[in-house]
């Protein structure tokens, strides 16, 4: 279980001091599937730093499994927005996937397993050989996800994944999400500032006001497991629960601007 308890982050630059967070209160169970969303600037990418111990909060805390996070927990990895950033340029496909699990000390013919089993589950095999920039950007974020895949990580985090690819592609790599965290059982803490995503994506989705950022609200999304792009976003359910997450952010920027 992830939990996270009244998080707090300033940053301070000389005499200059900006409260990203204010107070996050939430918890993700083993297995769950949960987005993050709130609007631009409310200090997403600083949540997810902290959760995953590249950042040191103000005060609060974050815990996996009852376990205070000091550093990146072994058992987490993360999917940033800018793939073109987060893979090394010189290396293929095959060696950037490979890179953590050496790190890992995973053993050579395990790492040849993962890294082909990971390619496999994001229909990307057969590219191993390629490097990043001869891959479109959707192939990219493939790439990044197969890396975090083969790591056997217990939590995934994906820190607006999806943000700077198309739109058909951005269909495609949700429904990846969705069909690898069924088969991998892996607990998936999903942060965006798209509220059709955010609905779609998750069970719940854990809305956070504007900076200095508070949880706003939290939704259970009770749609049926099974979704597709087609007839998930066209059912009243889903318009219903989309309209009610599109309220509370609206809630939250009027109070900010109070
Ligand atoms: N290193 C830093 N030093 C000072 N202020 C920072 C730093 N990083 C972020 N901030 C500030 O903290 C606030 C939250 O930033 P953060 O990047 O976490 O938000 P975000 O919700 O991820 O943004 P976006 O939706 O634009 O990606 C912003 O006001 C930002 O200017």
Known sequence: MLEVKGLRKVYRTGTREVEALRDLTFTVENGDLVCLVGPSGCGKTTLLRCVSGLLDPTSGDVRVDGKAVDGPPPGMAVV???????????????????????????AKARRAELVEQSLDAVGLTGSESAYPWQLS??????????RAVAYEPQTLLMDEPFAAVDAQTRADLEDLVRQLWKR?????????HDIDESVYLGQRVVMLSSSPTVVQDELIIDLPEARDQLTTRADPAFIALRTRVYEQIQAAKRNAGQ
């Open 80 to 106: 940033f927005q800018e793939y073109g950033r987060s893979l090394f340029p010189w290396m293929n496909v095959r060696d950037n996937v490979e890179l953590p699990l050496k790190q890992k000390k995973v």
């Open 137 to 146: 950007g959707g192939m990219q974020q493939r790439v990044a996800i197969a």
């Open 184 to 192: 991998l059982g892996v607990t998936i803490l999903f942060v965006t």
